[in-house]
């Protein structure tokens, strides 16, 4: 029965995490759809990336540690946080820019949920 309990509690936490996660996304997400560049570092601009910086280094832990209590749990990967991660970085000149690809993305988190 303590191991159903300690189970339990992970697979709470794990929950928690990943609602502390997708807030976080989502006020990224409003900001840079607001006009606010550099959360997807679509740029070299080095005040865009200190600006961001600490917001995907607490989203990154916070994956981390989901993917951690994942695993113990046997199930799958944390898959939004590589999703994310795998949007960021240069792109071509005619891409759409950060606010319309982070609307893309709110949108796509409310399609989710």
Same mark, same amino acid.
């Given at each position: 029965? #303590?191991?159903?309990? !300690?189970?339990?509690?992970?697979? @709470?936490?794990?929950?928690? %995490?990943? &609602? =502390?996660?997708? *807030?976080?996304?989502?006020?990224?997400?409003?900001?840079?759809?607001?006009?606010?560049?550099?959360?997807?570092?679509?740029?070299?601009?080095? #005040?865009?990336?200190? !600006?961001?910086?600490?917001?995907? @280094?607490?989203?990154?832990? %916070?994956? &981390? =540690?989901?993917? *951690?209590?994942?695993?113990?749990?046997?199930?799958?990967?944390?898959?939004?946080?590589?999703?994310?991660?795998?949007?960021?970085?240069?792109? #071509?000149?005619?891409?759409?820019?950060?606010?319309?690809? @982070?609307?893309?993305?709110?949108?796509?988190?409310?399609?989710?949920?």
């Amino acid at each position: 029965m #303590a191991k159903a309990d !300690r189970l339990e509690r992970m697979d @709470a936490r794990r929950a928690e %995490l990943e &609602a =502390e996660y997708h *807030e976080l996304l989502h006020a990224a997400l409003t900001t840079a759809a607001a006009g606010t560049w550099g959360l997807f570092d679509h740029k070299p601009d080095r #005040a865009a990336r200190a !600006r961001t910086a600490p917001v995907i @280094a607490e989203l990154t832990d %916070l994956a &981390a =540690e989901i993917d *951690e209590r994942r695993e113990a749990l046997m199930m799958d990967p944390f898959t939004l946080h590589h999703d994310f991660i795998a949007a960021r970085g240069p792109v #071509a000149s005619n891409a759409v820019g950060e606010p319309k690809q @982070a609307q893309a993305w709110l949108d796509r988190l409310a399609a989710d949920a």
